[in-house]
T-cell receptor, first 116, second 115 residues
Framework: GAVVSQHPSRVICKSGTSVKIECRSLDFQATTMFWYRQFPKQSLMLMATSNEGSKATYEQGVEKDKFLINHASLTLSTLTVTSAHPEDSSFYIC????????????FGEGSRLTVL | DQQVKQNSPSLSVQEGRISILNCDYTNSMFDYFLWYKKYPAEGPTFLISISSIKDKNEDGRFTVFLNKSAKHLSLHIVPSQPGDSAVYFCAASESGGTSYGKLTFGQGTILTVHP
């Protein structure tokens, strides 16, 4: 069964609004979660590393004021796309490590964002 | 700079035959490699992984081979089944430091298994 759950799976919003996507680890605590983004027919690109109780670490080229990440508990990380524009339309996926000793990541179901 | 490359965008195989998906990497710091399967509009599903201390890892129909000197890995699926049809992503990571747990993905290969 799923070990990482993401919500919502699909969201459509108007340009200029903000959208929040939730990522939950099920039955385990995740001190670190990762947010990826996938454009159509392209690879998954790491956006940021979400750290419980501290600021997220963003990859080069990712606007931290645009993509707000909050990791307030050991089982929940949220990604908020602020003042969304059509170019933010994408597939956003979160992931977490179940075991600290390996690099194996389990992914959520993904969230399809469409900005009109 | 594409550090993980899957040069074949697609692969078509007959049911029952072997599927071989290839992946090359350039970053010599990568020491952990994973294969994921992905359906459209879903998150990737973990298939199999291999550490750089090994050259082969097998799990049922799936076997991953690693050639460190060539910076090349491959995923073998045998026998292939129609349900294996999906996009397969190769991913790599460094096991230490701040990069731990961060995956770098290849572009993906679309596998189609024909009945």
């Amino acid at each position: 069964g799923a070990v990482v759950s993401q919500h919502p799976s699909r969201v459509i919003c108007k340009s200029g609004t903000s959208v929040k996507i939730e990522c939950r680890s099920l039955d385990f605590q995740a001190t670190t979660m990762f947010w990826y983004r996938q454009f159509p027919k392209q690879s998954l690109m790491l956006m940021a590393t979400s750290n419980e109780g501290s600021k997220a670490t963003y990859e080069q080229g990712v606007e931290k004021d645009k993509f707000l990440i909050n990791h307030a508990s050991l089982t929940l990380s949220t990604l908020t796309v602020t003042s969304a524009h059509p170019e933010d339309s994408s597939f956003y996926i979160c992931s977490a490590r179940v075991r600290q000793t390996t690099g194996e990541l389990f992914f959520g179901e993904g969230s399809r964002l469409t900005v009109l | 700079d594409q550090q993980v490359k899957q040069n074949s965008p697609s692969l078509s195989v007959q049911e029952g035959r072997i599927s071989i998906l290839n992946c090359d990497y350039t970053n010599s710091m990568f020491d952990y490699f994973l294969w994921y399967k992905k359906y459209p509009a879903e998150g990737p599903t973990f298939l199999i992984s291999i550490s750089s201390i090994k050259d082969k890892n097998e799990d049922g129909r799936f076997t991953v081979f690693l050639n460190k000197s060539a910076k090349h890995l491959s995923l073998h699926i045998v026998p292939s089944q129609p349900g294996d049809s999906a996009v397969y992503f190769c991913a790599a990571s460094e096991s230490g430091g701040t990069s731990y747990g961060k995956l770098t993905f290849g572009q993906g290969t679309i596998l189609t298994v024909h009945p």
